[in-house]
């Protein structure tokens, strides 16, 4: 049984940092490209960072790059997401997601299996 979960979620202040976890079990976590994705309230789920079964390959939406950093350690089956200079447009609850294909994709509909979800609050 696949499972992934979100930690590190919390309530920040404009300009402050966070670094999300996802620690995933029952795949080969090696073998998958690792998503983050974010939905605020009333919105859909949009795509926020992917990393590469390999590792070396990463992609970013543009409304967070140069701000996140996507990171993953195989050793520890986690996925993480480093968020600096927060702003409140970031809120949301942010998910991560996994992908058999291993590439990079920035598509909802192509990740295998999701997390619950971690809430993420930034305050003006």
């Known amino acids: 049984q696949v499972q992934l979960v979100e930690s590190g979620g919390r309530l920040v202040q404009a300009g402050d940092s966070l670094r999300l976890s996802c620690a995933a079990s029952g795949l080969t976590f090696s073998s998958y490209a690792m998503g983050w994705f974010r939905q605020a309230p009333g919105k859909e789920r949009e795509f926020v960072a992917v990393i590469s079964s390999g590792g070396p390959v990463t992609s970013y939406a543009n409304s967070v790059k140069g701000r996140f950093t996507i990171s993953r350690d195989n050793a520890k089956n986690t996925v993480y997401l480093q968020m600096n200079s927060l702003k409140p447009e970031d809120t949301a609850v942010y998910y991560c997601?996994?992908?058999?294909?291993?590439?990079?994709?920035?598509?909802?509909?192509?990740?295998?299996?999701w997390g619950q979800g971690t809430q993420v609050t930034v305050s003006s």
């Open positions: 997601a996994a992908d058999r294909a291993g590439l990079v994709t920035t598509t909802v509909r192509q990740y295998d299996y």
